[in-house]
């Protein structure tokens, strides 16, 4: 996955609350192609809100998720990045993924930190930059299985909130509207066809229509599958999300709706967005 390396002009998350860590850069086409609002979405507006942004791999969480930080001035808290930094250290201690309470115990073990950088983010793994690690198929396999565990749940959760809780942060993944941010001002559920999704992550992946690409599909319908059905916080929209079917979509028609959403939340703060 191209998990684009730190560029050496990483800031440290000023509110880094003691262990943590995500982001990611980029989406499959790079460059940032967005044309409206820039004077609008002003990034002296006192109030800082929180924007839940949640959906399967390879809806377009990330690049939305960033582009629109970037653009608030905000933070991307990329949560699966907690999960992955986990599986790996889990990997890396030969723990077993169906261990619960010693993967519990790893965690409360471990320091991972994230660093915003101005392309992306930065993992950091007890003081190890993990961010091209983390990215890679047994580590992406292994975070959607320690993340099926109601207690590694329940420890990610809270620092998931300790992070967001000043508010001034896009942060994405499965469960930020549902649990972690259940009052966000704004929670957005991005999905896309199935085959669709596939393709872009070949696309990004540079893989060519084969046998790794096939590979690649299996794995993300099996994450999808394990996602989606797990009993504890399953990959679902909030009931007040906006739901986004990115199918047919942009990236900048994606990235227009949901800036609408922010402009409208930010002048009529008390206005419940539908
Ligand atoms: O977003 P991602 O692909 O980096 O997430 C990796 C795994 O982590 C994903 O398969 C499920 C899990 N995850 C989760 O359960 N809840 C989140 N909020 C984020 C990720």
């Known amino acids: 996955m191209p998990y684009r390396p730190a560029n050496g002009s990483c800031q440290r998350l000023s509110r880094m609350v003691g262990a943590f860590a995500f982001g990611r850069c980029g989406w499959p086409g790079g460059a940032l192609r967005v044309q409206s609002l820039p004077s609008r979405m002003s990034t002296s507006s ?80 007890d003081g190890r930059d993990v961010s091209q690690r983390v990215r890679e198929a047994d580590v992406t396999e292994a975070a959607s299985r320690v993340s099926v565990h109601p207690n590694v749940r329940a420890w990610m959760v809270a620092r998931q909130q300790e992070m967001g809780a000043n508010g001034g942060v896009v942060m994405e993944g499965r469960d930020i509207g549902t649990k972690v941010f259940p009052a966000a001002d704004i929670k957005v559920f991005l999905d896309a066809d199935p085959v669709v999704r596939e393709q872009r992550r070949m696309k990004q992946q540079q893989i060519k229509p084969g046998v790794a690409a096939e590979a690649l599909a299996a794995e993300l319908r099996e994450r999808d599958r394990r996602d989606r059905t797990r009993a504890t916080s399953p990959l679902v929209p909030a009931s007040d999300a906006l739901v986004l079917d990115s199918t047919e979509l942009s990236e900048d028609e994606v990235l227009n709706r949901v800036e609408e959403l922010v402009l409208r939340k930010l002048n009529h703060p008390s206005q419940v967005l539908e």
């Open 46 to 125: 006192p109030r800082k809100l929180i924007i839940a942004i949640d959906g399967p791999a390879g809806a377009g969480k990330s690049t939305i998720a960033s582009h629109l930080a970037r653009r608030l001035g905000y933070v991307n808290l990329e949560s699966g990045a907690m999960y992955r930094a986990l599986a790996l250290k889990a990997i890396e201690w030969d723990i077993s993924f169906d261990d619960e309470t010693a993967l519990v115990r790893l965690a409360h073990n471990s320091r991972i930190q994230i660093e915003p950088c101005l392309g992306g983010n930065r993992v950091l793994l």
